[in-house]
Nanobody, 125 residues
Framework: QAHLAESGGRLVQAGDSLRLSCAVSGRSFTDFAMAWFRQAPGKERLFVAA????????YYADSVRGRFTISRDNAASTAHLQMNRLKPEDTGVYFC??????????????????WGQGTQVTVSS
């Protein structure tokens, strides 16, 4: 059983940058491909980005491509989401997720086996 814990969310202004982290414990970190999702108030949870076991393959939602970067530090068992040029529409709870198989196109919540509790990101205009 894996445990995922997000951190780094806070209130920022539009145009600011923020880095989220997701620490994984309970299983070997390199068992997992990692992803980030976000959920705005009253909305469904949506895919943001995903990265493979080695960190050399990734893909992004159209809404964040070019502004956000997903990465991982396998030695520290931690995944990161670097968010630049933040916009008010980026506001939401950000969740990290893990699955044991790497594939492109895994955009659904049901594609992932493990989830963290989320961290709140609020972008003011």
């Amino acid at each position: 059983q894996a445990h995922l814990a997000e951190s780094g969310g806070r209130l920022v202004q539009a145009g600011d940058s923020l880095r989220l982290s997701c620490a994984v414990s309970g299983r070997s970190f390199t068992d997992f491909a990692m992803a980030w999702f976000r959920q705005a108030p009253g909305k469904e949870r949506l895919f943001v980005a995903a990265i493979n076991w080695y960190g050399d393959k990734s893909y992004y939602a159209d809404s964040v491509r070019g502004r956000f970067t997903i990465s991982r530090d396998n030695a520290a068992s931690t995944a990161h989401l670097q968010m630049n040029r933040l916009k008010p529409e980026d506001t939401g709870v950000y969740f990290c997720a893990a699955r044991t198989r790497w594939e492109y196109g895994m955009y659904a919540v049901s594609d992932y086996d493990y989830w963290g509790q989320g961290t709140q990101v609020t972008v003011s205009s």
